[in-house]
Nanobody, 123 residues
């Protein structure tokens, strides 16, 4: 198993930036595909970004392409999400997730989830 703890959320004005971080427990972090997802009130959870085990491949939702960057450090067991040019519609709880058989942005292929961190973007 792997335990995930997110940090870095908060309140920011539109156009601003935030960096989310996810710390994973365990010694097998590099075996997991990792992803960031978000859920706004009244909406379904949606994929934001995903990164392969080695970090060599990334995927992004169309809504965040060019604004968000996912990265990972397998030596530190962390995966980050740099969010720039934030918009009010980016407001949501952001979740970090891990999956041994994770497939890019497919929510159902992730097995382990963090507790989430709130991101609020004011207009």
């Amino acid at each position: 198993q792997v335990q995930l703890v997110e940090s870095g959320g908060g309140l920011v004005q539109a156009g601003g930036s935030l960096r989310l971080s996810c710390a994973a427990s365990g010694r097998t972090f590099s075996r997991y595909g990792m992803g960031w997802f978000r859920q706004a009130p009244g909406k379904e959870r949606e994929a934001v970004a995903a990164i392969s085990r080695s970090g060599g491949s990334t995927d992004y939702a169309d809504s965040v392409k060019g604004r968000f960057t996912i990265s990972r450090d397998n030596a530190k067991n962390t995966v980050d999400l740099q969010m720039n040019s934030l918009k009010p519609e980016d407001t949501a709880v952001y979740y970090c997730a891990a999956g041994l058989s994770a497939v890019r942005l497919r929510v159902g292929t992730y097995d382990y989830w963090g507790q989430g961190t709130q991101v609020t973007v004011s207009s």
